[in-house]
């Protein structure tokens, strides 16, 4: 009799907290999300008509050119050419940076592809920044720049006695070089980026003609997008990167994220922002800040492209995911102030700044995927009805964001629901991320170098990978488990069974797809190893 009255008293006071405390803080919480979502929402459609604008301008554009404009256009650029051949008189300095750490794998594609930039000589200076701790691949670097350097190549190797500043640092001190001072405009590429010859002929002349910008973004190419599925997926994630955010970055504000890579800066505005600092991980990211704020322009150009390798190991990949998640919250934490008071940039680029590119791109995209899709959905499934959960925050917006992130890369379609279920479990170590970067918490400031597996897929003639060596490559899976994916995986599986028995509104179906996802990416069957 004693244990049923203190049964009975244990189900009262849950009964009272759960109406008292547990359901109004899920109704907020459902609130808050609708909001983050609405937010989101404006923002990827506010992206899309601007993307979609600038698609129509251009093709009207080219409607109104003439063939006759075209052979011009053509007659003009092979003249260049024959002029660039001939003499680099005319032609400014440029100095390539190479930052590399360890980089056994690719070394060789970034330095071959450097020194094959179609730029006269006597202009043109190749810098590899090489951190590596390993004696053995500072020889073989070293040694590559000898090779060339016997070509003729005008190439210096450099390496520091420590590791200070880690990129930026070595970026930093490489401008010191007495070789460097009279370069007027610096490209950086990391270890695994191999740019075309002609890339510095499409790049440079934008800087040259318009004093005012202080950068030249290219885009990526994934040589590897096809090794795996976490390749695919990242794809799919970064097409809309480069096809949306950069371009609608440079067309309405003239400024974007520098990717780190693949760009070419003015020395002079480099200069003038206050040169490379290490305060944060994503250094590139922070230099673009800064010159923007002192009044320089970026232009993106979408059909320059670098080919370069994506993560294919999920270790890698989580590790690049918390760097490029927690940085950006961290830089917004420190620059905040310095934004508002700028007086150099005007009010809409101080509220893209910090609403549109910081705000809701950096933080709410994080936050709001994984509260809702992870905690506050399966919570609204435990207490079964209390809590009003609105279609159009469950559904209706969600879909149209994913709709809007996924065109970029038709290709890809067929994988749009485990994208989205993938997302969904990183959405937890992005978060976890971006809070750690906006408290500047103990991993804050973690540094991980990217592991780049240098395969035969990155090699300019993909052809040289045999079948043999593909099928080895895909067979060999990383065994390893993740703690954190399959206890959210066995979370969100008790969820859907109690759905299944007391449920009414058949969230199960997504609750025991995102348990799969979750148990998949868990037990390492995501990436190669």
Request: hydrophobic letters at 45%; proline letters at 2%.
């Amino acid at each position: 009799m004693g244990s049923l009255s203190l049964v009975t008293m244990m189900r009262g006071a849950w009964l009272a907290v759960r109406h008292s405390v547990v359901v109004p803080a899920l109704q907020v919480a459902v609130y808050l999300c609708a909001a983050m979502s609405l937010m989101l929402f404006v923002e990827r459609l506010y992206m899309g008509l601007v993307v979609a604008g600038l698609w129509l301008r251009r093709r009207c554009n080219r409607r109104l050119n003439s063939a006759a404009d075209e052979d011009d256009d053509k007659k003009l650029i092979m003249a260049d050419s024959d002029d660039l051949e001939s003499t680099g008189a005319d032609r400014p300095m440029v100095l390539v940076q190479i930052p590399m750490f360890n980089e056994k794998q690719v070394y060789r594609l970034s330095i071959g592809a450097a020194c094959g930039l179609w730029w006269p000589s006597e202009k043109l200076v190749i810098q590899v920044l090489d951190d590596s701790t390993d004696g053995s691949i500072r020889s073989l670097v070293q040694a590559e720049c000898w090779r060339w350097a016997s070509k003729g190549v005008h190439i210096q190797y450099e390496n520091r006695s420590n590791r200070s500043g880690y990129k930026a640092g070595a970026m930093r001190e490489g401008l010191k070089k007495h070789y460097a001072r009279g370069c007027e405009f610096v490209a950086v590429f990391d270890a695994d980026f191999q740019p075309d010859a002609n890339f510095l002929r499409r790049t440079v002349p934008l800087l040259q003609t318009d004093p005012g910008v202080a950068l030249v973004q290219a885009r990526w190419r994934f040589v590897n997008a096809d090794e795996c599925i976490l390749t695919r997926i990242q794809e799919m994630s970064l097409d809309y990167h480069f096809s949306v955010e950069q371009e609608v970055g440079s067309a309405c504000h003239a400024f974007f994220g520098f990717n780190g890579t693949a760009g070419v800066w003015r020395v002079q505005a480099l200069a003038d922002a206050g040169g490379w600092k290490d305060r944060t991980t994503v250094e590139d990211m922070d230099l673009a800040v800064r010159a923007s704020l002192r009044g320089w322009r970026f232009v993106y150009v979408g059909d320059v492209q670098v080919r370069n390798e994506l993560p294919s190991t999920f270790k890698a990949y989580r590790y690049q995911q918390h760097r490029w998640s927690c940085g950006p919250a961290n830089l917004m934490r420190k620059m905040f102030r310095e934004i508002v008071v700028s007086r150099q940039v005007s009010a809409w680029k101080k509220l893209h700044l910090l609403y549109g590119f910081f705000f809701v791109r950096k933080v709410v995209a994080h936050l709001v995927t994984f509260l809702f899709y992870c905690v506050v959905i399966p919570a609204c499934v435990l207490v079964q009805g209390d809590v009003r959960l609105p279609k159009y925050v469950a559904m209706y917006v969600p879909a149209v964001i994913t709709l809007l992130n996924a065109a970029c890369t038709p290709r890809s379609w067929h994988l749009l629901v485990f994208w989205i279920l993938f997302e969904n479990v990183m959405s937890m170590h992005r978060s976890k991320a971006t809070i750690i970067g906006l408290m500047e918490a103990s991993r804050a400031n973690e540094w991980v170098v990217t592991e780049k597996l240098g395969s035969s897929s990155t090699t300019v003639t993909a052809t040289t990978t045999t079948a043999a060596a593909k099928g080895k490559k895909k067979r060999d899976q990383n065994q390893s488990f993740h703690a954190a994916e399959i206890l959210m995986g066995l979370c969100m599986l008790y969820c859907a069974i109690y759905d299944i028995i007391f449920g009414h509104d058949h969230f199960y179906v997504y609750l025991l797809m995102q348990s799969a996802a979750a148990f998949i990416i868990g037990f390492g069957y995501v990436g190669t190893q």
